[in-house]
């Protein structure tokens, strides 16, 4: 359990690390990058808005699980 909560956190801080190398590569990504940032913002706000703040955390874990939990057969 420690060990995946350990991994979790590095792969957080992993993407935020190449997430800063890539905006710092090409900074013509950053208002696509602001602009992404405010549709999900919109997004949150207004699941919370329609359906409470414990179901909007139910959906965001299960769209997580999900994806995480995919077939990756290409």
Request: no cysteine; hydrophobic share 60%.
């Amino acid at each position: 359990m420690f060990r995946m909560m350990l991994g979790i956190i590095f792969m957080i801080f992993l993407i935020a690390v190449v997430g800063n190398i890539v905006l710092d590569q090409f900074p013509s990504l950053v208002p696509l990058w602001e602009e992404f940032k405010m549709h999900i913002t919109n997004l949150y706000e207004m699941s919370i808005v329609k359906y409470g703040t414990a179901a909007t955390l139910m959906i965001i874990v299960a769209v997580v699980i999900l994806v995480g939990s995919s077939n990756k057969k290409i």
